[in-house]
């Protein structure tokens, strides 16, 4: 351009695809525009935000740049569409309402942690919201658990009975405000209040509740605190009578503790972290992070109670996320809290006023709650660190529903009702995987209804009609008999999925892959093609299909479910399998030994299994270690603690026969030989973990000179355990190969929705025939 000649005006049509709606977008790009030469509006629209932007074209260049430089934390840009259309005649930059389009792809955030803005004014003494436990803005705050339908506005969430005062709307109403359109933003004169309950429900009148529940719990007493998704127990971590008392009261549930610190420093004092661990811990999904606790606390530090995590080289931690619990927090400076579920052992966490007191009011000595209903059930999301990088645990609050991509577009929009366990579905549209929180054990009412309620919800506030249902191959699991009766009547095109194609499939969609990989499929059970229980399963394959290539040799699995329950029913099972009496072992009684070879000999009642977990839980009850778990899962995390520790010398033999069978009968003849001449059990525990490894290295190895393939995917349940998936992971790098891990999804069946999806996908591409479950390879 010539000096002195007027640049020309130039217009751009800018979308912007993602994470864009209720998360303070528009007036972030209205405040933007206010500082530059430019007029114009934004919107929201379908598939995002629509922004269309006037001025010279360094001005419009310059704009765009700081709309993607500068967004608000809370958003996440997928992409961005840039078009010149034709120049208008507008004044000034506005943001235009909402074209009422049905396909609307409104993507709700999920409940992240108070921004630092926010967290400023509740300790601000001049602030009007000062010390107010609810405050939030566009950039944090409650949002999936306050949902009750869609388009997401104040009218249809639990804040809907508040009425806004006059300095909350006006701040409401004001594009340059952070609270314009926050839906839930309240104040001390117009939103929720606190209210104390005694155990039975009575009303405590009290000007600071908080003050007098944070007193009751000091003076050692366990309390009900409701947050974000669900109500918490809550007790002084420190005091052993205390944390005692709350075990004694949960009874059956042997589930360790988290604990809730006020800042990352306080954690320090029990806990070694790493750089990544901070970040996750202060993070605005606020998960619990299972941290390694120091060999040695400092000697200034107040030992934690024993039985907050009793034999568990990890604990469990959470910094506050919400102001309440900052509030909470706050005065108790280095003090730990107990955080955890207020229920009875599996069942859902308790989240609604009416059932706390029935539910968990014999479990606690003070109850704090408050009038903000909880809409949707979300329980803390777990995750932790393994070689530096993420292992998730549990997917939920602070996370979903945030989506996932799909390595590649469905051509129809599906619904995978996931597995039953750690239940978890999934809505997907194109490349878009749009998973739920977890829902817990579906074969409970509560969390079965909460499943239907949720799917409804989901398909709502996303504008998902599903077109297509996928499900497991298991036709007992409440989400797979939901899935064929919803087909049934609304016509829908049904898929079955076998449960370790999904693991695998899942392992690949989490790290954006659709290649041929060998899959090692390690969990507790799944039903196979030939209707036996997997579970240590290697298979070849890609999202569209499977080969089952090797396994562990079948044995009976005595009592199916009671097994499970039962580690020293596996143990029985297992020695007598690998012919060695089990009699005089540390856990067996004889009358049990009697029981199990009954129903080995019969087949009564004792599907063959190949489970990888089960042999967890066999070694975990032969060494003396867990003769009953409390829940599913539990003997081989208590083995993983034991073996932590320990340093490796050696493992245990197993065969690998010519049909790529893997028969640990000589593992388990050597692990009883050690107990009996009484080696110690961490010791065992620790060469078993390496036999796990050597199975994997041999097999992969073996597979890999006949058939070339050189990339493995890790998955299943079993590969939350961080010694192992470390191990597992180190070796078969060191021996040549490509090594996927999950790092968006748990490997556990509360991924299993998003490899559901995956395969559908494929399905539909038709990648491969829709016959790709077809049995093949060495299965008989
Ligand atoms: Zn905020
Ligand atoms: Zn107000
Ligand atoms: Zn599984």
Redesign the pocket.
């Known amino acids: 351009m010539a000096r002195g000649e007027q640049p020309v005006p130039e217009r751009r049509e800018i979308l912007v695809k993602g994470l864009v709606q209720s998360v303070g977008f528009r007036p972030f790009v209205h405040r933007l525009a206010s500082r530059f030469p430019v007029s114009g509006f934004v919107r929201n629209h379908a598939g995002g935000v629509l922004i269309e932007v006037q001025g010279d074209r360094d001005a419009l260049d310059r704009f765009a740049a700081s709309v993607l430089e500068q967004a608000p934390p809370l958003s996440r840009i997928d992409a961005v569409q840039s078009r010149m259309v034709a120049v208008q005649s507008d004044s000034g930059f506005t943001i235009r309402p909402s074209e009422d389009d049905d396909s609307l792809d409104v993507l709700i955030s999920p409940d992240v942690a108070?921004?630092?803005?926010?967290?400023a004014e509740l300790f601000d003494a001049q602030d009007r919201r000062h010390g107010y436990p609810f405050?939030?803005?566009?950039?944090?705050?409650p949002r999936l658990t306050i949902i009750q339908g869609a388009p997401y506005d104040r009218e249809r969430t639990t804040m809907a009975a508040f009425t806004m005062c006059a300095a909350c709307e006006a701040e409401y109403r004001d594009p340059r405000h952070?609270r314009f359109h926050?839906e839930p933003t309240a104040c001390p004169t117009c939103g929720p209040q606190l209210q104390l309950l005694s155990p039975g429900g009575e009303p405590v009148e009290s000007a600071d509740p908080l003050a007098l529940f944070r007193q009751a719990i000091l003076r050692g007493e366990i309390g009900a605190l409701k947050g974000i998704g669900g109500f918490h127990l809550v007790c002084d971590a420190r005091n052993s009578a205390a944390v005692g008392e709350l075990r004694r009261r949960k009874r059956r549930d042997a589930r360790p503790f988290a604990i809730m610190v006020r800042e990352v420093q306080t954690a320090a004092i029990w806990c070694d972290l790493s750089p990544r661990e901070r970040e996750l811990l202060q993070s605005q999904r606020r998960p619990i992070v299972l941290l390694r606790r120091r060999r040695e606390e400092s000697p200034h530090s107040t030992p934690l109670a024993a039985a907050v995590a009793p034999d568990n080289p990890y604990l469990g931690v959470l910094l506050p996320y919400s102001p309440l619990h900052q509030l909470l927090m706050e005065p108790l400076r280095d003090v730990p809290l107990v955080m955890t579920s207020g229920n009875h052992s599996d069942e859902p966490i308790v989240h609604r006023d009416e059932d706390v007191v029935a539910r968990v009011g014999a479990l606690v000595d003070v109850i704090l709650t408050h009038d903000r209903p909880i809409a949707v059930r979300c329980e803390d999301s777990v995750t932790r660190v393994v070689d530096g990088r993420e292992l998730p645990v549990r997917r939920s609050r602070g996370v979903a529903p945030e989506p996932v991509r799909l390595p590649f577009p469905l051509s129809e929009p599906v619904l995978a009702v996931g597995g039953q366990l750690k239940g978890c579905f999934a809505l997907g549209r194109g490349s878009r995987a749009v998973l739920s929180h977890h829902l817990g054990d579906l074969d409970h009412l509560a969390a079965f209804q909460a499943f239907e309620h949720d799917v409804g919800l989901y398909e709502q506030m996303f504008h998902i009609r599903p077109r297509g249902i996928v499900h497991d191959r298991h036709p007992d699991y409440a989400p797979t008999r939901y899935a064929r009766q919803r087909a049934e009547a609304e016509g829908l095109e049904l898929h079955a999925v076998q449960h370790h194609h999904a693991h695998l499939a899942s392992c690949l969609a989490d790290n954006g892959l659709n290649e041929t990989v060998i899959g090692v499929v390690f969990d507790g059970t799944g039903l196979g093609l030939d209707d036996a229980l997997w579970g240590g399963e290697f298979l070849i394959g890609d999202c569209g299909g499977f080969e089952r290539v090797a396994h562990l040799r079948y044995l009976r699995l005595p009592g199916g479910d009671q097994a499970i329950r039962h580690p020293w029913r596996m143990a029985v099972a297992h020695a007598l399998d690998a012919g060695c009496e089990p009699t005089g072992l540390p856990l067996v009684a004889p009358t049990e030994r009697r029981i199990v070879e009954r129903m080995a000999a019969t087949g009564l009642n004792a599907p063959n299994t190949s489970s990888v977990g089960r042999l967890f839980d066999a070694v975990a009850a032969l060494i003396g270690l867990c003769r009953t778990a409390s829940y599913e899962g539990q003997a081989a995390a208590q083995l993983e603690w034991l073996a932590t520790d320990v340093v490796a010398t050696g493992s245990y033999p197993f065969e690998l026969s010519q049909d790529r069978t893997v028969d640990t009968r000589p593992t388990i003849q050597a692990i009883v030989q050690d107990v009996r001449r009484g080696v110690e059990p961490a010791r065992v525990a620790r060469r078993f973990h390496s036999t796990v490894v050597e199975i994997v290295a041999a097999v992969c190895t073996r597979i890999r000179s006949e058939t070339e393939l050189g990339a493995v995917a890790l998955s299943g349940g079993v590969f939350l355990n961080a010694l192992l998936a470390h191990e597992v992971y180190a070796r078969l790098t060191a021996d040549g190969f490509q090594v996927y891990r999950h790092r968006q999804v748990p490997p556990s069946d509360g991924g299993l929705c998003l490899g559901q999806l995956a395969v559908a996908a494929a399905r539909q591409a038709a990648l491969r025939p829709t016959s790709a479950d077809s049995p093949a390879g060495n299965d008989r």
Do not use: H, K, S, V
């Open positions: 108070m921004c630092e803005d926010c967290l405050l939030n803005c566009t950039n944090c705050g952070r926050a």
